[in-house]
């Protein structure tokens, strides 16, 4: 029995166009199904930095399986329902190797957690692991129904990481949301385990910030959407709905852990200072005679980052600000040209704003899920300049 599991992950890891989804079992409110959806990338890289060393003259031809995700859920009552996501991301990047979050070489646990409706939709209450509610690009939109290729830039898009601490996006936490004012109201408040314990022997006379969480003080996060058309009352949204809703979501939200930055000081043991983030948003989607619109603006105020945003001046410890806007429109309900704009501001003297900007077409061969995808991006300061192109086909359910 083993050795079939096994033999059908490998299936699934190398063929990601091969999708499926079927429910397995139903009695009454009962119910368990599983599915199946994967991407995968080839990527080309100009100016790359291979090495690290700040010789931004070679390039990279690079072969993918971006993501790969193998769900199973189901509910137990009317009110109580459970979701998993077994996935890997970024198989066969190069350079990239965390077996234990599943990313480079191996899968692990991405999503999973139990939620109980206390009062219907109105309120309920889900424990597990799941997206931080924060940032709409990457707090409550699935990656399976992107507008653009890929996350914003600092957010896990492309070639870079995610600004905040988190495990691929997510976190290990208990939140309360829930849909009210006739359902145009989504709020989330969660409660999250945040970056652990890992403050170790730290050197006061070193220069670099570090990470630091000594009393392991919980996380915590939020957000509000307000839709003023089409309700969006799931977990997960969608980044473009291709003509089939009239959205225009207003939201905002927060992200903080407390003393979870060390500034080390050569006379002491240095300082600690809170990490903190807020953003605010708006979506639109409006479906037209002939085309459907998609648009969607955010901007993002960073104070004590945790992480490094990739090739920018934004460094773990530093604030600033990322702003960015992207549009698409849909034709003959398959072809969707888009374009994305964003920038990186560190705060600290001397630094430089990174600009991310490209163009792309996604052509849909069955909803948001199954589709091709061609991308062509810049990311560029005053000393660099890296062409990205992707090529993806993503399939599933």
Same mark, same amino acid.
């Given at each position: 029995m083993i050795r079939k599991i096994l033999l059908i #992950?490998?299936? #699934?890891?190398?063929?990601?166009?091969v999708s499926w989804s079927f429910e397995l079992y139903r009695d009454g409110d009962k119910s368990l199904s599983i599915g199946y959806w994967g991407q995968? @990338?080839?990527?080309?890289i100009g100016n790359y930095d291979r090495n690290g060393d700040g010789n931004w003259d070679d390039s990279l031809n690079d072969f993918m399986i971006r993501r790969t995700y193998l769900s199973v859920k189901g509910t137990v009552t009317s009110? #109580?329902?459970?979701?998993?996501? =077994? *996935?890997?991301?970024?198989?066969?990047?190069?350079? %990239?190797?965390?077996?234990?979050?599943? #990313?480079?070489?191996? &899968?692990? &646990?991405?999503?999973g957690w139990i939620n109980y409706k206390v009062l219907g939709d109105d309120l309920m209450v889900q424990v597990g692991r799941m997206y931080i509610p924060f940032t709409r690009n990457y707090g409550t939109t699935s990656t399976k129904a992107l507008l653009t290729t890929e996350l914003d830039w600092g957010q896990g898009? %492309?070639?870079?990481?995610?600004? =905040?601490?988190?495990?691929?996006?997510?976190?290990?936490?208990i939140t309360l949301w829930g849909n009210v004012l006739e359902d145009k109201l989504q709020y989330r408040l969660m409660v999250g385990e945040g970056v652990e314990n890992n403050k170790g022997d730290l050197d006061a006379a070193a220069t670099k910030t570090q990470?630091?969480?000594?009393?392991?003080? &919980?996380? !915590?996060?939020?957000? &509000?959407?307000?839709?003023l058309f089409d309700t969006e009352t799931g977990w997960f949204n969608k980044g473009t709905y291709l003509g089939?809703?009239?959205?225009? *979501?207003?939201?905002?939200? !927060?992200?903080?852990q407390p003393d979870l930055m060390y500034y080390p000081t050569p006379a002491g043991a240095g300082i600690e200072r809170n990490y903190e983030a807020y953003t605010a948003d708006v979506h639109l989607d409006l479906p037209m005679d002939s085309c459907a619109i998609t648009a969607e603006a *955010?901007?993002? @105020?960073?104070?004590?980052?945790?992480?490094s945003v990739t090739w920018s001046d934004l460094t773990a410890g530093t604030d600033g600000d990322i702003f960015s806007i992207k549009t698409g429109v849909l034709f003959a309900e398959r072809i969707q040209p888009f374009a994305h704009w964003s920038v990186i501001m560190p705060d600290e003297p001397g630094t430089d704003d990174t600009t991310v900007y490209g163009v792309g077409c996604n052509y849909y061969i069955k909803g948001p899920a199954n589709k091709l995808t061609a991308e062509w991006s810049?990311?560029?300061?005053?000393?660099?300049?890296?062409?990205?192109?992707?090529?993806? *086909?993503? !399939?599933? !359910?």
């Amino acid at each position: 029995m083993i050795r079939k599991i096994l033999l059908i #992950l490998s299936v #699934l890891i190398l063929a990601p166009a091969v999708s499926w989804s079927f429910e397995l079992y139903r009695d009454g409110d009962k119910s368990l199904s599983i599915g199946y959806w994967g991407q995968a @990338w080839y990527q080309y890289i100009g100016n790359y930095d291979r090495n690290g060393d700040g010789n931004w003259d070679d390039s990279l031809n690079d072969f993918m399986i971006r993501r790969t995700y193998l769900s199973v859920k189901g509910t137990v009552t009317s009110d #109580l329902s459970f979701f998993v996501h =077994y *996935a890997g991301d970024r198989i066969g990047q190069e350079g %990239l190797d965390n077996p234990s979050m599943g #990313l480079g070489s191996s &899968l692990a &646990l991405r999503d999973g957690w139990i939620n109980y409706k206390v009062l219907g939709d109105d309120l309920m209450v889900q424990v597990g692991r799941m997206y931080i509610p924060f940032t709409r690009n990457y707090g409550t939109t699935s990656t399976k129904a992107l507008l653009t290729t890929e996350l914003d830039w600092g957010q896990g898009g %492309l070639r870079s990481g995610i600004f =905040y601490p988190s495990k691929v996006g997510r976190d290990d936490s208990i939140t309360l949301w829930g849909n009210v004012l006739e359902d145009k109201l989504q709020y989330r408040l969660m409660v999250g385990e945040g970056v652990e314990n890992n403050k170790g022997d730290l050197d006061a006379a070193a220069t670099k910030t570090q990470v630091i969480n000594e009393d392991d003080n &919980l996380r !915590f996060a939020g957000r &509000l959407s307000l839709n003023l058309f089409d309700t969006e009352t799931g977990w997960f949204n969608k980044g473009t709905y291709l003509g089939k809703k009239k959205i225009l *979501a207003i939201g905002g939200g !927060f992200d903080f852990q407390p003393d979870l930055m060390y500034y080390p000081t050569p006379a002491g043991a240095g300082i600690e200072r809170n990490y903190e983030a807020y953003t605010a948003d708006v979506h639109l989607d409006l479906p037209m005679d002939s085309c459907a619109i998609t648009a969607e603006a *955010a901007y993002t @105020w960073i104070n004590n980052a945790v992480n490094s945003v990739t090739w920018s001046d934004l460094t773990a410890g530093t604030d600033g600000d990322i702003f960015s806007i992207k549009t698409g429109v849909l034709f003959a309900e398959r072809i969707q040209p888009f374009a994305h704009w964003s920038v990186i501001m560190p705060d600290e003297p001397g630094t430089d704003d990174t600009t991310v900007y490209g163009v792309g077409c996604n052509y849909y061969i069955k909803g948001p899920a199954n589709k091709l995808t061609a991308e062509w991006s810049v990311v560029e300061d005053d000393n660099k300049s890296v062409d990205i192109v992707t090529v993806q *086909a993503a !399939f599933g !359910f």
